[in-house]
């Protein structure tokens, strides 16, 4: 019973399957992202209404906010990525991963520089040691860390298990950078959106900050669809080149 999900987690992580798959879903998503982020931070850096306290400034998390999220959802991918390299050796697990890395750290480091424009005006300073923020510069540091590593061997297997090992040791911070405004007296504000109780956000806000969101997701995963793609096509004819070499020596 139990080898059953496994085989057919085995046939859709085949290569020329992930090809033909993402090739038909690709389009769609980069639509999806295209229009949904495009309506997202429209809606909400020109026509939602400013915040009482914070003023237009408050239209910096319609930027902010999302990117924060896939900072922290793109490296939850990386790690299952990484479980699945160690555990499993799924064939695309590996190539997934290392192109999850540069993207992730992009949208983290997207969060940290839209947090210093927040930072500024509202705390009078562009970075303050605080826990949320070290937090995630820490995730940032990870996600650069992850990208080296798996570059760094001749052997591109070690450096694909170099980096999943760092990878999973990395997850340690990801309760951190979601639990630490309420574990420590932080500058950082709670969450506005919680599973557990109706969110503190007016409507008017909430509508484009989802959207937003959402089109920020579709754009996290086009982007490492195309990157993975490209991935598995150069090592297709990497290998095509290689075997070539091999069958004909004096060429």
């Not at 639509?31 to 909400?44: N, S």
């Not at 070690?158 to 405004?181: C, D, H």
């Amino acid at each position: 019973m139990s080898s059953s999900p496994n085989r057919s987690l085995h046939r859709f992580a085949n290569p020329g399957q992930f090809l033909r798959l993402s090739g038909a879903v690709l389009p769609y998503l980069a639509i999806g992202a295209a229009l949904l982020t495009a309506l997202g931070l429209g809606w909400g850096l020109f026509v939602s209404p400013a915040d009482y306290q914070q003023g237009d400034a408050v239209r910096i998390m319609y930027v902010h906010v999302p990117a924060a999220w896939l900072a922290t959802g793109g490296y939850t991918g990386l790690a299952v990525c990484s479980a699945m390299s160690l555990i499993w050796r799924h064939p695309l697990a590996d190539l997934a991963a290392a192109e999850i890395g540069p993207v992730g750290a992009g949208f983290t480091a997207l969060c940290l520089a839209t947090g210093s424009l927040w930072g500024k005006p509202m705390w009078g300073a562009w970075w303050v040691w605080d826990a949320r923020l070290t937090s995630v510069l820490v995730l940032f540091f990870l996600y650069i860390g992850h990208v080296a590593l798996v570059r760094a061997f001749d052997d591109p297997t070690r450096g694909y298990r170099a980096g999943a090992i760092l990878a999973l040791v990395g997850v340690v911070n990801l309760p951190i950078v979601k639990f630490s405004v309420d574990w420590w007296n932080t500058l950082h504000q709670p969450a506005s959106i919680k599973l557990t109780g109706a969110p503190t956000m007016a409507p008017e806000m909430l509508w484009p900050l989802a959207i937003a969101a959402l089109g920020y997701t579709l754009c996290f995963a086009t982007i490492v669809t195309m990157r993975t793609r490209a991935a598995v096509m150069e090592r297709r004819i990497r290998g095509l080149l290689m075997a070539r070499a091999a069958s004909d020596p004096g060429a």
